[in-house]
T-cell receptor, first 114, second 115 residues
């Protein structure tokens, strides 16, 4: 079975604080991809990152960073020095080697307070 | 702007009616996937079309059907609407398969309310 769990339903932080969004996944596939998407109030899902299961290197892109740990089946997302524009719902997703779909978590709603 | 356009943006239908939602994919993209996102939930995969053929289906009943046209735009049809069909319907376009190897671009969705 394929499953993505985002245990944090809602998070509020004050602007400039760092925040980490947790993602835990389950899959029996040895090859898979993990994704993070941002969903602003307008509704569209905005791609943030794709990570191959064979690549456990952490990645940093500006204020965003991702920590992929296969041993704990986690793919956490950290926003450094958060800004009001970061307020959105963030989804973690899994795409296994079998099939062509994304399996999304239930999302974490992030509110950054000015 | 992702280049993926969905219409209409909002829709109100009565239980038992039929609805058609439309998606224009980004130029050059030949794969369209449809997702249903209930309030407070993550998107759930409905089905996918690749070069006008259905290429995978999620756990949705047959009253959910679709089409992809030669220009790769797509329609999602839902018959015999139920209250639980109220959701945001998202389409995603990408080039080629599998979609995990490419970037999928999502539209802004169609908000369907069934009363």
């Amino acid at each position: 079975a394929q499953k993505v769990t985002q245990a944090q339903t809602e998070i509020s932080v004050v602007e400039k604080e760092d925040v980490t969004l947790d993602c835990v996944y389950e899959t029996r596939d040895t090859t898979y991809y993990l994704f993070w998407y941002k969903q602003p109030p307008s509704g569209e899902l905005v791609f943030l990152i794709r990570r191959n299961s064979f690549d456990e290197q952490n990645e940093i892109s500006g204020r965003y960073s991702w920590n992929f740990q296969k041993s704990t089946s986690s793919f956490n997302f950290t926003i450094t020095a958060s800004q009001v524009v970061d307020s959105a719902v963030y989804f973690c997703a899994l795409s296994p080697n079998t099939g062509n779909q994304f399996y999304f978590g239930t999302g974490t709603s992030l509110t950054v307070i000015p | 702007e992702t280049g993926v356009t969905q219409s209409p943006t909002h829709l109100i239908k009565t239980r038992g009616q039929q609805v058609t939602l439309r998606c224009s994919s980004q130029s050059g993209h030949n794969t369209v996937s449809w997702y249903q996102q209930a309030l407070g939930q993550g998107p759930q995969f409905i089905f996918q079309y690749y070069r006008e053929e259905e290429n995978g289906r999620g756990n949705f009943p047959p009253r959910f059907s679709g089409l992809q046209f030669p220009n790769y735009s797509s329609e999602l049809n839902v018959n015999a609407l139920e209250l639980d069909d109220s959701a945001l319907y998202l389409c995603a376009s990408s080039f080629g398969l599998p979609v995990r190897n490419t970037e999928a671009f999502f539209g802004q969705g169609t908000r369907l309310t069934v009363v």
